[in-house]
Nanobody, 122 residues
Framework: QVQLEESGGGLVQAGGSLRLSCAGS????????MGWFRRAPGKEHEFVGA???????NYADSVKGRLTNYRDNAKNTVYLRMNSLKPEDTAVYYC????????????????WGRGTQVTVSS
């Protein structure tokens, strides 16, 4: 099993930046595809980005060019660097670990963190 814990969320003004972290325990995250999803109030999970076990990345069109997903395997941690944040980015952000190539779908992932709140004010 993989235990995941997100951190780094908070309140920022539009145009600001945050770096979210997803720390793993119980297994090495480098052997999994790692996805980021977000959930705004009253909505379902929305795909944000993913990174494969080899380091290839994929992003939703809504965040492409503003967000960067990367790994630090020595720390068993995945990061999501978020720049030029917009109010519509406000949501709870979750990281998840999976083992298939259907990166944009929630069913691709076996384990989920508890989430970290990101709030962007205008």
């Amino acid at each position: 099993q993989v235990q995941l814990e997100e951190s780094g969320g908070g309140l920022v003004q539009a145009g600001g930046s945050l770096r979210l972290s997803c720390a793993g325990s119980g297994c090495t995250l480098s052997t999994y595809a790692m996805g980021w999803f977000r959930r705004a109030p009253g909505k379902e999970h929305e795909f944000v980005g993913a990174i494969s076990w080899r380091g290839n990345t994929n992003y939703a069109d809504s965040v492409k060019g503003r967000l960067t997903n990367y790994r630090d395997n020595a720390k068993n941690t995945v990061y999501l660097r978020m720049n030029s944040l917009k109010p519509e980015d406000t949501a709870v952000y979750y990281c998840a670990a999976g083992n298939s190539n259907d990166y944009t779908k929630t069913y691709n992932y076996e384990r989920w963190g508890r989430g970290t709140q990101v709030t962007v004010s205008s």
